[in-house]
């Protein structure tokens, strides 16, 4: 076991129970104090922790680390120094902020420098995104979606088995945590209408994901094995990918998805290092039938991650939609990098790709409000009374995630999105 994956391990900076932020996590950020310009963070607890102020300090001395890369808008300089680079620092860190260490716990003057309530900044998108993919690698949702649309017989296309399905996304509309996103414009077509019609989407729907920030950048041509993947990814973040289902099932065929899924999604703000998450490593389902040499792997790439959606309604509050899972990808994170690249696709750190939706077998644990509400026919009900088939404006979507095993819980924070009025 990594030592900064102790459960015993305590910090001199308080942390509540429950909180999905102990020194066990030490997560990399970007935030940014008012007046002053963004740079990388780590947290504990509710305390926000400055690296580039903490750089100068003797945790971080003879240690090879340049003060400057943590100085810097986005984390990308910072994680293609690699992940050896990135696990001396949570080292530094783990020890330094470790209840026994007097170091800085004791030195009030550093402390006002280097530490930050968490109320007192603002969370920043955590690295520049080059290109964004959004796989299709959740068995559940892609039968549900296939059965509302065809039939149960035919709901997973012939290639699904074979090969993880994705897409090319709109990377400039990824957004963090807290951006509002205006209802999308674009034409649809009723099925009662001979003709499309052009307007604000009727059928605004979240997806809940989980995505991966690529680590490490590869040239044109040079695939990456499935035995070098995880080699090349940094961390996991929630992703909140927005749908106009309307919008995109009249654009869909033949090329695909485009104004339906790219006017917004939204990103936590929190990138949890896939060392962070050892304790969590699970086996995935079994792929039937085999798959092709090049997918198969060894060992676990799943990670046991409960993940839930809430909506909050204008003055209500929040109530829980959806609880699923992370392990029901059947597709994991490194069959989905090496299925990229194998064609030569080069990639760049800070790209995202992210799961697509995230279902389990019931439908309190569907990741999407055209699977809860069987494209519209079945309205969720609400505590207070009122339905929502769809996103209606101004409703609030939240994502939380965590991992929690032998009294160790790693979170995620949440992302969250306000829906307004479309622009006129």
């Not at 090879?64 to 910072?78: E, H, I, Q, W």
């Not at 968490?118 to 993919?133: H, S, W």
């Not at 050892?278 to 086996?283: C, G, L, N, V």
């Not at 929040?318 to 490194?334: G, P």
Request: hydrophobic share 35%.
């Amino acid at each position: 076991m990594d030592k900064t994956n102790n459960p015993d391990l305590r910090s001199w900076i308080e942390v509540e129970k429950g909180s999905d932020f102990p020194i066990q996590n030490l997560p990399f950020g970007i935030f940014r104090r008012p007046g002053k310009p963004p740079s990388a963070a780590t947290r504990i607890g509710d305390t926000i922790i400055s690296l580039h102020a903490l750089s100068t300090h003797s945790c971080f001395k003879d240690k090879g680390f340049d003060p400057d890369v943590f100085n810097r808008p986005v984390l990308n300089d910072f994680i293609a120094l690699g992940k050896l680079f990135g696990r001396k620092v949570r080292e530094c860190l783990s020890a330094l902020f470790n209840e026994d260490n007097p170091l800085l716990r004791d030195d009030t003057q550093a402390k006002e420098e280097i530490l930050f309530p968490v109320q007192d900044v603002e969370m920043m998108m955590p690295v520049k995104v080059g290109d964004y993919t959004d796989f299709y690698s959740n068995e559940q949702h892609a039968t549900n979606l296939g059965t509302i649309f065809r039939d149960a017989a035919n709901a997973l296309n012939p290639n699904w088995k074979h090969l993880p399905v994705g897409y090319h996304g709109r990377s400039s509309s990824i957004v963090i945590s807290g951006t509002p996103i205006h209802r999308p414009k674009g034409q649809t077509k009723p099925d009662s209408s001979s003709f499309p019609e052009f307007g604000p989407t009727r059928q605004l729907d979240y997806e809940l994901e989980v995505a991966f920030i690529a680590g490490k950048a590869t040239l044109l041509g040079e695939p990456v094995s499935i035995a070098e993947a995880e080699d090349h990814i940094f961390g996991l973040i929630l992703f909140n990918d927005l749908s106009a289902r309307d919008i995109q099932k009249w654009e869909t065929i033949p090329l695909g998805p485009f104004l339906g899924k790219d006017f917004g999604s939204i990103v936590s703000p929190w990138i949890i290092t896939l060392d962070a998450l050892e304790p969590f490593r699970i086996p995935g389902p079994e792929q039937q039938p085999p798959v092709l040499p090049y997918l198969s792997f060894k060992g676990n790439h799943h990670f046991d991650i409960h993940i839930e959606v809430y909506l909050q309604l204008p003055g209500q509050k929040e109530v829980r939609v959806c609880s699923t899972n992370y392990k029901n990808i059947y597709w994991n994170m490194v069959q989905q990098l090496a299925h990229q690249t194998v064609n030569g696709c080069n990639i760049n750190v800070g790209d995202i790709y992210s799961s697509g939706t995230i279902s389990g077998m019931d439908p309190g644990s569907y990741g999407s409000m055209i699977e809860l509400t069987r494209n519209g026919t079945r309205p969720v009900r609400l505590p207070d009374g009122s339905e929502r088939r769809f996103i209606e404006d101004h409703d609030t979507i939240i994502l939380r995630g965590y991992a929690e095993k032998n009294g160790l819980r790693i979170g995620f924070g949440e992302a969250s999105v306000t829906i307004l009025p479309a622009k006129d």
